[in-house]
């Protein structure tokens, strides 16, 4: 398996814009978290999905914020309209569901907003 | 909810010394206590966890250990190398209830020559 996959690995966007995370979880894995990393804040847990059911939202930012997970091998981040504090580098990671605990991370999505 | 903190933010120390990070929780049904080093430009991986079965547990050159009472844990890196400089989450959560870990801020850790 090639572990978490997410795209893309950098995104530049101009404020305002509508911006896209994508992450593919390790197959078989039932829970998925989305985590900002910040200098400030570290790393924050935004939302999780289990067997694609958001169970915990309560990290999400703000109403521009929204994550989706249509299926068991596909998760969307998305931020509408992006601002330049949203700047940050944006971790997926997947885990089992079944008292294996360790969350595998994906490379992350560098996310500036200009 | 659960908050975790972690002391010191950054930490230097003498390549061949002990480094320990600590960190403190708040929910008395937290169970599992992750540890992941993130290197420059890297995702953060798991190197070690503890379950709130025990006290302590090592592995190699790196230890943690646990005291549910205080709701302390920390981690201990004896004979320090430079390929530990990183920073390092300590984390908590309530396995098989919500599966929602938390992290601290994390420390940056430098092995000085």
């Known amino acids: 398996d090639a572990g978490v996959i997410q795209s893309p690995r950098h995104e530049v966007t101009e404020m305002g814009q509508e911006v896209t995370l994508r992450c593919k979880p390790i197959s078989g894995h039932n829970s998925l978290f989305w985590y900002r990393q910040t200098m400030m804040r570290g790393l924050e847990l935004l939302i999780y999905f289990n067997n694609n059911v958001p169970i915990d939202d309560s990290g999400m930012p703000e109403d521009r914020f929204s994550a989706k997970m249509p299926n068991a091998s596909f998760s969307t981040l998305k931020i509408q309209p992006s601002e330049p504090r949203d700047s940050a580098v944006y971790f997926c990671a997947s885990s089992p569901h079944s008292g294996d605990t360790e969350a595998f991370f994906g490379q992350g999505t560098r996310l500036t907003v200009v | 909810g659960e908050n975790v903190e972690q002391h010191p933010s950054t930490l230097s120390v003498q390549e061949g010394d002990s480094a320990v990070i600590k960190c403190t929780y708040s929910?008395?049904?937290?169970?599992?206590f992750p540890w992941y080093k993130q290197e420059l430009g890297k995702r953060p991986q798991l190197i070690i966890d503890?379950?709130?079965?025990?006290g302590e547990k090592k592995d190699q050159r790196i230890a943690v250990t646990l005291n549910k009472t205080a709701k302390h844990f920390s981690l201990h890196i004896t004979e320090t190398q430079p390929e530990d400089s990183a920073v390092y989450f300590c984390?908590?959560?309530?396995?098989?209830?919500?599966?929602?870990?938390?992290f601290g801020k994390g420390t940056r850790l430098h092995i000085l020559p």
């Open positions: 503890i379950r709130s079965n025990v």
């Open positions: 929910d008395s049904a937290s169970n599992y």
């Open positions: 984390a908590a959560g309530v396995m098989n209830r919500d599966d929602k870990i938390i």
